[in-house]
């Protein structure tokens, strides 16, 4: 990934999350981002991560991340909570925005699920400074998770924002549905971000009531899709070898299964190192890397989330 080099400013040590501060290690300017955005961090392990920015006001100054420890962490949280220090030099992408407030006069709804809260503190900022109505409901599964407790219960959000802490999953669905209830049926907008089964909660809620058009929510990866069921076969057409890619099991890790090397960073198709030249047949595109046009050509694909519409894929390998 190529990207701009920034300096570590700060660490703040809250519970399980580590808050980082990030400025441009020349000194200029980082580039400019709205609520919901987040940034590809290429860390000191080489490691591709993706994280939300936080910041209280979008500034060319500093960029804010926070980091949750996770015990099964893949090596990205773990490095930033072990290895990163002040000083430490991270390469950043450029921030990218799929999760983005929508123009609406109406009630905006945010639902965050644990450390998830990051972009929508973003976009509770965002709609406090456009004097928009809205609400931020905050489920954690206890008090001392609350990593930004200065802001959501003591500072400047505290009265648009109600924490839930340590609430069942059933009791958070309850919840949810009287929040929502609160809500016109019209012109209200909700987004989420969490954990899936959190999400999953929100949206089959939020789809009942204001209509699937008007839920969002947080993904950086690609989703999965029942398509993940079907088995095709890589052709390589330069080694003249068949690869099987059974139910279940991604491309990219059956390339790697038969001693073909790929570059490989994210593994969750946001990045494009893994990007694979096709030569004959339909991928199913899942990653977020493609452009539309990109994706209609059909010239590449992702192998580390993506499949084949068509049961043999042809690859320049
Ligand atoms: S490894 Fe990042 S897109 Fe495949």
Redesign the pocket.
């Known amino acids: 990934m190529t990207g701009m080099d920034a300096v570590i400013t700060s660490i703040e040590e809250r519970g399980d999350v580590r808050i980082f501060e990030l400025r441009a290690a020349d000194g200029s300017a980082l580039p400019p981002y709205h609520a919901g955005a987040h940034i590809d961090v290429t860390l000191g392990n080489g490691q591709i991560r993706q994280y939300s920015l936080c910041c209280r006001q979008p500034s060319g100054d500093s960029y804010r991340i926070a980091v949750k420890r996770d015990p099964k962490s893949r090596g990205g949280s773990e490095w930033l909570h072990q290895e990163a220090t002040q000083g430490h030099t991270l390469t950043l992408g450029e921030p990218r925005n799929a999760f983005s407030l929508r123009p609406s006069t109406g009630m905006h709804l945010l639902f965050a699920g644990g450390i998830g809260v990051t972009p929508l503190l973003s976009m509770a900022y965002a709609l406090q400074r456009a004097g928009q109505p809205f609400h931020l409901a905050y489920f954690i599964r206890s008090e001392a998770e609350n990593a930004f407790a200065d802001e959501t219960q003591t500072g400047p959000l505290a009265g648009h924002v109600v924490v839930f802490a340590g609430l069942q999953p059933q009791d958070n669905a309850a919840r949810i549905e009287a929040i929502m209830q609160t809500a016109p049926a019209s012109e209200t907008t909700v987004y989420t971000c969490g954990p899936t089964p959190f999400m999953d909660a929100v949206i089959a809620l939020g789809t009942t009531r204001f209509g699937a058009s008007s839920v969002h929510k947080e993904s950086f990866g690609a989703a999965p899709t029942a398509a993940g069921a079907a088995s095709f076969t890589m052709r390589l057409v330069r080694s003249g070898r068949d690869i099987d890619v059974p139910a279940g099991s991604s491309a ?1 890790a059956c390339l790697h299964a038969a001693g073909i090397a790929i570059d ?4 969750v ?6 990007r694979t030249v096709v030569l004959d047949g339909r991928p199913e595109h899942l ?1 977020s ?1 493609l452009s539309d046009a990109e994706r209609q050509a059909n010239a590449c694909f ?1 192998p ?2 993506s499949r084949s519409l068509t049961p043999v894929l042809y690859l320049d390998l």
């Open positions: 990219l490989c960073s994210c593994e198709g946001v990045c494009g190192t893994c990653d890397v992702m580390c989330v």
